[in-house]
C-alpha cells in the first residue's frame, strides 16, 4: 500500500506564513556553512523551502576537524543518496579506540567508544557509522544544497547584524570580496555560525558552562600507518609513550593522519615545531625511527563543554556550535548538530510549506536541548571518551521507528525508507479502514498510509488491529488499538507538540 492524502481541511488556530508566489525572497536565511547550516539547507530545499546559507569564509574549510559520522546520522545521509559518496572517503576501521604505547608496539588494550561495529549496528539501523572527516562530508552537503532550484549559497558574505518584527528578520549581509553591504529579510534566520556565533550574540542569547577545558594541537601529515597497524584498524590509537602521548588517528583514506595532543604551559607547541621536529614526534608515536611523514598542517583548537541558555529568540535559533559546544570526545559535537539541524529543518518547513501551527517550532529546543546538554556532560567527563554502544546508541537514534527489513515491490527496505516528508501511518497488511483514518486527520500536512506484514508489524510495536502515527524523523505520534475516530486539530496540535 502506498497512498498519500493531502487533507484540504483548515486546523484551528493554524497561522499561515505566507510569501507571494512571485516573490523570490528566502523564506530562510541560514547563517554557517558547516555541516548543521548545510544539513538545515538541504532539508529545508527539500521541502521546496527557498533558502540562502552564507558563509564569511570564500570556501569550506580544509581542516579535517570532526572524524565520526554517527548512525543515525549517516541514516539522514542515506535517505538523501548520499551513503556511497560518503563512505568512499572513510577509513576502513573499527569504530573503537586501542590504548597502545606506540602504534607498532603491538600491545595495547580495546576501548568502546560508543559507536556500533558493523554487526552490531545492522541489528538496529540500515546503516553504520562512518569514520570520514568532516572535510570530505562538507563538499559533499554543499554540492547537494547547490544542486537544489530554491537554494541560494553565499560563500564570503558575512551575516554582520539582524532585526525582528512580527513578520520575519532582517538580516544586514556583508559581501567580503566586495566590500558592499545589503540586507536581505526572510521568514526566520537560523545561525550555524559557530562556537563565536554572531547569530546567537545578536538574538541575546548567552552560553552556560566552561569555556577553557584545556587547548589542543593538532598535526595532519600523511604517512604509510595503515601498513604498521596491520591487522589493529582502529578509529582512534591512544598512545601512551611519556614524550608523545597523544591520540593518532586516520583521518579519512590514503594514510591521512592525525596526532593530537593537549598542550600545557612549559611545553613545546605543535605550532612552533619545526618540520623536522614534527616528523621525529610522529615517528616516536608510530614507534618506526625511520618514518618520514608528509607534514600537511599544524592547528590548534580549544575543549569546551558549553550550551546555550536557549535555542530560539522569536524568529531565531541557533544550532551547531552556536547551540553547545563539546570537546571531541565520544565523537558527538558534528553528530547532535546534524540532528539538531534536521529537527528544526522539518519543523520550519511544516510551517511554512504545509501551515502547520508555529508553536510547533517550540519543540525544537524542548527535544533537542536534553540531548545537547546529555552530550555535553559526557564530553566534559574525562572519562566521557569510553562508553558501550548500548549505552550511548540510544542518545543517538532517539526513540525513532525501530528498524526493519521487509520486501517492497520486489527489493528490500527499511522500515526507516517508509517515513515521508508529511505524517505517516503504518498498519498491518490486513487491517481495513486506516485510509479512513487518514483522511480524517485534521491538517494539511501530507498523510502517508504504509501497509506492512505481520512480522514487520510485531518488531516496531503495532498491535493486532492498529497502527501507529509517524513524524517525519520517526518519532511515533501515536500508537492506535484499532481504527479510532476523527483526531481533532487540538488533539492532533498537542500531539506534535509534545512530539
Same mark, same amino acid.
Given at each position: ?168 528578520? /532582517?538580516?544586514?549581509? =556583508? ?204 564530553? /566534559? ?26 520486501? =517492497? ?91
Amino acid at each position: 500500500m502506498n497512498r498519500e492524502r493531502n487533507n484540504p481541511a483548515v486546523t484551528a488556530g493554524l497561522q499561515a506564513d505566507r510569501v507571494p508566489a512571485a516573490d523570490k525572497a528566502p523564506q530562510v536565511i541560514v547563517a554557517g556553512a558547516g555541516p548543521a547550516g548545510l544539513v538545515a539547507a538541504i532539508t529545508l530545499a527539500g521541502y521546496g523551502v527557498r533558502v540562502l546559507l552564507v558563509d564569511k569564509r570564500p570556501e569550506i574549510s580544509g581542516l579535517s576537524r570532526a572524524l565520526v559520522i554517527s548512525t543515525r546520522s549517516m541514516e539522514i545521509l542515506r535517505s538523501w543518496g548520499l551513503e556511497d559518496q560518503v563512505r568512499a572517503g572513510a577509513s576502513d576501521v573499527e569504530p573503537c579506540g586501542w590504548v597502545t604505547p606506540t602504534l607498532a608496539s603491538g600491545e595495547g588494550t580495546v576501548i568502546p567508544l560508543g559507536h556500533p561495529s558493523a554487526a552490531e549496528a545492522a541489528k538496529v539501523s540500515p546503516s553504520r557509522p562512518a569514520w570520514a572527516p568532516q572535510d570530505h562530508l562538507e563538499p559533499i552537503l554543499l554540492a547537494r544544497l547547490r544542486g537544489s532550484p530554491v537554494a541560494e549559497v553565499r560563500l564570503g558574505c558575512e551575516l554582520t547584524a539582524l532585526e525582528q518584527d512580527d513578520h520575519g528578520v /532582517a538580516a544586514v549581509l =556583508h559581501d567580503r570580496s566586495t566590500g558592499t553591504t545589503h540586507q536581505a529579510r526572510a521568514r526566520y534566520l537560523i545561525g550555524a555560525d559557530g562556537a563565536h556565533s554572531t547569530v546567537r550574540d545578536q538574538l541575546g542569547i548567552t552560553m552556560e558552562g566552561p569555556d577553557a577545558l584545556g587547548e589542543y594541537h593538532r598535526v595532519e601529515f600523511r604517512a604509510p600507518l595503515a601498513a604498521i597497524a596491520g591487522n589493529r584498524r582502529y578509529g582512534i590509537n591512544v598512545i601512551t609513550h611519556p614524550e608523545v602521548a597523544g591520540v593518532l588517528a586516520p583521518r579519512g583514506r590514503d594514510d591521512r593522519w592525525g596526532l593530537s595532543r593537549e598542550w600545557r604551559p612549559g611545553q613545546p607547541a605543535l605550532t612552533a615545531q619545526s618540520p623536522e621536529q614534527l616528523a621525529d614526534l610522529i615517528a616516536a608515536a608510530a614507534g618506526v625511527a625511520s618514518l618520514r611523514p608528509r607534514i600537511e598542517r599544524v592547528s590548534t583548537f580549544s575543549f569546551a563543554a558549553q550550551i546555550a541558555s536557549r535555542y530560539r529568540e522569536r524568529r531565531g535559533f541557533v544550532l551547531g556550535d552556536a547551540a553547545h559546544r563539546m570537546t571531541p570526545r565520544g565523537g558527538t559535537g558534528m553528530n547532535t548538530a546534524i540532528h539538531d539541524a534536521y529537527d528544526l529543518a522539518w519543523k520550519l518547513a511544516w510551517v511554512l510549506t504545509y501551515r502547520a501551527e508555529p508553536s510547533l517550532l517550540d519543540t525544537y529546543q524542548a527535544e533537542r536541548r536534553p540531548v545537547g546538554l546529555h552530550n555535553v556532560t559526557r564530553s /566534559a567527563d574525562p572519562n566521557g571518551l569510553s562508553q558501550t554502544a548500548d549505552q550511548a546508541l540510544p542518545w543517538d537514534l532517539n526513540g525513532r521507528l525501530p528498524h526493519h527489513w521487509l520486501r =517492497h515491490r520486489d527489493r528490500s527496505i527499511s522500515t526507516l525508507d517508509l517515513l515521508g516528508d508529511g505524517l505517516t501511518v503504518i498498519t498491518g497488511a490486513a487491517e481495513p479502514g486506516w485510509d479512513h483514518v487518514a483522511a480524517a486527520l485534521d491538517t494539511r500536512v501530507p498523510v502517508a498510509v504504509r501497509a506492512v506484514d505481520q512480522p514487520t508489524a510485531d518488531h516496531i510495536g503495532i498491535q493486532p488491529g492498529g497502527a501507529i502515527l509517524l513524524r517525519p524523523d520517526g518519532q511515533p505520534l501515536m500508537n492506535w488499538r484499532k481504527p479510532a475516530g476523527r483526531l481533532h486539530s487540538g488533539a492532533l496540535a498537542d500531539h506534535l507538540r509534545r512530539g
